[in-house]
């Protein structure tokens, strides 16, 4: 019954297969509701079909060909561009990168001064347990360590260098 | 950057010119029509069946002259009224069969008055607007399966090639149409009846 009621306007419109024609028109025999289903949706495209012709505006040639001299209309065009303001753009962009650097660079910088530290901390502790040693000479590991640790708090163990 | 421009803009010949001209002469009240129908505003009309053929023209070069230049201008201009809907968010698009809800609640929708004077109602300009008013009330792709297949007459064949869909999809689509517009059309098809 709905998969015919579905087929009505197909029908009205002669755009069914024949198969399905012969089933349908044998169907709209013994089914009153689905005749008057048929006659109202012809009466509904026939009324269409009666609408008046529009008429163009008669200057509508004209200026279709004289829109062809101009550049892109921004009327149909692209959607606004995503950043509408490039200087704010680059001045955001800058930021970005000076903040991104900061860190960066000082975290560089630390690497380094950690670098110049560690010899003498390496020192410290390889002498210390070379102290464990009973043959080792005690005077030289004692100056040793005490050199690396003058070191360790930024004084130069033989003085000030001439 | 420079290059990209220039692609935009080829330089078309003289005889690419003459071509359109008569593209433009042949179909352009008929690509009017059609906007009109589904804008029901002569501005809109006027700036889709525009904007229709300048899209043609940018792709002149590209476009095999064996083509269906027609239904690609109808489906162009079923394209850009879609574009105009969303553009215009503010103005929603509301089903025949959808209630209408407010901040004041749920409207009945309003229906012609089958009891209206409606007598001397032949096919005039008051019937045509109260037409063109249920025509608004569908969905863009009901409206424009509609109006090509009952306004302007073209087969299931011609709308599914043109609209780029299975023409099973025209035929719910087109059903579906004449069950929304069969009621609310259903007083003025009673005074035609009787007159």
Redesign the interface.
């Known amino acids: 019954m709905d998969r015919i009621a579905r087929q009505l306007s197909a029908y009205l419109d002669g755009e069914l297969t024949p198969d399905e024609t012969r089933t349908v028109r044998e169907h709209l025999d013994a089914c009153a509701s689905c005749r008057t289903e048929l006659e109202a949706l012809r009466d509904t495209k026939r009324l269409l079909g009666r609408l008046r012709d529009v008429e163009a505006p008669p200057d509508l040639e004209a200026a279709i060909l004289q829109r062809l001299e101009q550049p892109r209309p921004r009327w149909f065009t692209w959607p606004r561009p995503v950043w509408p303001r490039p200087a704010l753009v680059g001045a955001t962009s800058v930021l970005v990168a000076i903040l991104v650097a900061v860190p960066v660079v000082n975290g560089y910088r630390d690497r380094l001064r950690a670098a110049e530290v560690s010899p003498d901390v390496f020192i410290r502790s390889a002498v210390q347990s070379a102290a464990d040693d009973p043959f080792m000479d005690r005077a030289y590991i004692s100056l040793v360590s005490s050199d690396a640790n003058l070191r360790l708090i930024g004084e130069e163990p033989r003085g000030p260098v001439r | 950057m420079a290059a990209s421009r220039q692609s935009?803009?080829p330089a078309y010949s003289e005889d690419d010119?003459a071509q359109?001209?008569r593209l433009?002469?042949r179909y352009?009240?008929h690509v009017?029509?059609i906007a009109?129908?589904m804008t029901g505003s002569?501005a809109d009309?006027?700036?889709l069946?525009?904007?229709a053929?300048?899209r043609v023209?940018r792709a002149w070069r590209r476009i095999d002259p064996e083509a269906q230049l027609e239904g690609w201008l109808y489906r162009i201009v079923s394209n850009?009224h879609i574009?105009l809907l969303r553009r215009r968010r503010g103005r929603r698009v509301h089903s025949l069969d959808e209630p209408l809800t407010t901040s004041s609640g749920e409207l009945v929708r309003e229906r012609a008055d089958p009891e209206a004077d409606l007598e001397r109602a032949v096919?005039d300009?008051q019937v045509?607007r109260r037409?063109?008013q249920a025509l608004l009330g569908l969905s863009p792709d009901l409206r424009m399966v509609?109006v090509l297949?009952?306004?302007e007459?073209y087969?299931?064949e011609e709308i599914a090639t043109m609209m780029h869909v299975p023409i099973g999809t025209v035929?719910?689509r087109?059903?579906r149409a004449?069950?929304a517009?069969?009621d609310v059309?259903?007083p003025?098809?009673a005074s035609?009846?009787e007159g």
């Open positions: 935009e803009r010119r359109f001209e433009v002469a352009s009240r009017y029509a009109y129908r002569e009309a006027r700036d069946s525009q904007e053929f300048i023209w850009l574009d096919l300009a045509d037409i063109q509609i297949a009952d306004v007459g087969a299931y035929k719910s087109l059903h004449r069950r517009l069969r059309l259903a003025i098809r035609l009846a």
